[in-house]
Nanobody, 126 residues
Framework: QVQLVESGGGLVQAGGSLRLSCAASGRSFRMYAMGWFRQAPGKEREFVGAMWWSSGTTYYADSVKGRFTISGDNAKNTVNLQMNSLKPDDTAVYYC???????????????????WGQGTQVTVSS
């Protein structure tokens, strides 16, 4: 069993920045990838970004490319999401996700991840 704990959400004005962090803990697991998704009211959960652990390769949704940056610490099993130039459309609950199995369906597919955090609210005011 793996636990994911997110932190760093909050309220920010448009154009501002926030940094989200996610720490994974548990016994005897191997991390293949960690990612971030978000869900706005009335919308489906959507991919934001992810990192493949062994290579450090990162993936981003087109909507956040150039504004958001994912970084990770393999030794600590933590992943961060630096969000710059935030827009009101970025308002959502942000979820951390972890893939601890070798069954990869691609970074953008929710099925690739077997553990999820509880979510942290990000609100961007105009």
């Amino acid at each position: 069993q793996v636990q994911l704990v997110e932190s760093g959400g909050g309220l920010v004005q448009a154009g501002g920045s926030l940094r989200l962090s996610c720490a994974a803990s548990g016994r005897s697991f191997r991390m293949y990838a960690m990612g971030w998704f978000r869900q706005a009211p009335g919308k489906e959960r959507e991919f934001v970004g992810a990192m493949w652990w062994s290579s450090g390769t990162t993936y981003y949704a087109d909507s956040v490319k150039g504004r958001f940056t994912i970084s990770g610490d393999n030794a600590k099993n933590t992943v961060n999401l630096q969000m710059n130039s935030l827009k009101p459309d970025d308002t959502a609950v942000y979820y951390c996700a972890a893939d601890t199995t070798p069954f990869w369906h691609g970074a953008r597919d929710l099925k690739s991840y077997d553990y999820w955090g509880q979510g942290t609210q990000v609100t961007v005011s105009s």
